[in-house]
């Protein structure tokens, strides 16, 4: 039975809950896709295991929304966060999915347009992304 729905999960620093709210608000009006928030202390808590579960989970994409590497209260969390999602888009790659189905978007205090405009742009290629698990038959 295939899923109607495309699943994003999208894992967040506290800091960033109201602009994370709003992106949410815009995506709910498509209907087309089901939206899992998860909120970490920082992104940079957030490990290669807890992107590629949500995969395994069902999700077709998985956002991170941080904060700007010189404005993290941690120092060094939004560059762990860097990291992480680009060492689980090389996974990805080996296993024969899409690198671009986990992405990090840094979320300044007032997002520009081209921001929401990235962040529409790879929610739009996720609905096109054949299901993770169909892909790994």
């Known amino acids: 039975m ?8 999208i894992f967040y620093c506290t ?6 709210a709003q992106i949410v ?3 709910n009006g498509s209907g087309v896709l089901k939206i899992r928030k998860v909120a970490l202390p920082c992104s940079g808590k957030l490990e290669v295991f807890q992107l590629t579960k ?3 989970n069902g999700a077709d994409g998985i956002a991170l929304f941080g904060c700007p590497e010189e404005e993290c209260r941690y120092m060094v969390g939004s560059s762990r966060a860097k990291g992480r999602v680009a060492y689980t888009g090389k ?3 080996t296993i024969g999915l899409e690198k671009e189905r986990v992405r990090r978007f840094v979320l300044q205090s007032q997002p520009g347009q081209e921001t929401l ?6 929610a739009e290629k ?4 054949r299901p993770v ?3 790994l038959k």
């Open 54 to 56: 949500a995969l395994e």
């Open 126 to 129: 996720v609905k096109t992304m």
């Open 91 to 93: 996974i990805l790659e």
């Open 117 to 122: 405009k990235a962040i529409s742009d790879w």
């Open 2 to 9: 295939k899923k109607q729905q495309k699943e994003i999960t």
């Open 133 to 135: 698990l169909e892909n």
């Open 15 to 20: 800091r960033q809950r109201e602009r994370v």
């Open 25 to 27: 608000e815009g995506f």
